[in-house]
């Protein structure tokens, strides 16, 4: 069986290796027998196009969601001698929100940079449905970064599938789970949390702007 073939003209080989493009590729044709060149074409810009804009290169946006009003009227209410208005509670609150979102993104590319000499990569734009992370065997894995982000409809893409799901931190306890993705990823895989913060807080000091402070 011919090997499928993906136009990768305008990526460098640093790209294509380091993103782990070919350990992705071969999953997704795997759940795409018949994609025609267009297909294909759509799956190599949307894959490349992420992991270009990382986070830790990317610039944040601004939210574009309308804030509710009601949430800084009720947090000034409850804090005493309160030395914020309503507008500046809003925007921290934005802020904070977009914080969480950063670090989960964060985790995907600290994992990823760990891992690609593993045999695992990540699936950079949600090209696989579902899977963060792919291995050279087939292995599929959902990355979530507290136990309180799982939904119903993750749990329904998953059933009947091979696909594992790992949670960094647990809402409720405050524990970390990394021994359990090294035993997953296995190759005397080494991940922790120490590893992870010092990752993130270096991204963010070297790319301050991927935290879009919203006017603050």
């Known amino acids: 069986m011919n090997e499928p073939k993906f136009n990768l003209n305008g990526f460098t080989l640093d790209e294509i290796k380091n993103s782990g493009f070919n350990i992705v590729a071969a999953v997704w044709i795997e759940d795409n027998p018949d994609a025609d060149e267009e297909k294909k074409s759509k799956f190599v810009k949307k894959f490349f196009h992420a992991y270009r804009n990382r986070p830790s290169l990317k610039k944040g946006s601004p939210s574009k969601t309308i804030p509710d009003p009601l949430v800084a009227e009720i947090v000034a209410i409850r804090i005493e001698n309160n030395k914020y208005n309503n507008k500046e509670i809003t925007k921290l609150h934005r802020v904070a929100m977009a ?11 600290y ?63 405050g524990e970390t789970y990394w021994q359990k993705l090294n035993a997953t990823i296995g190759q005397d895989c080494n991940l922790s949390e120490d590893a992870f913060r010092e990752f993130a807080i270096k991204a963010i000091k070297n790319n301050p702007e991927m935290l879009n402070l919203d006017g603050l």
């Open 111 to 173: 994992i990823a940079n760990n891992v690609i000499d593993k045999g695992w990569a990540n699936c950079w734009g949600s090209t696989i449905l579902a899977t963060d992370f792919v291995s050279v065997r087939g292995e599929r894995l959902q990355i979530k970064n507290k136990t309180n982000t799982e939904n119903s409809s993750s749990n329904k893409i998953r059933a009947g599938t091979n696909i594992e799901v790992w949670h960094r931190f647990n809402a409720n306890t």
């Open 99 to 109: 914080s969480e979102n950063l670090i989960g993104a964060l985790l995907e590319e």
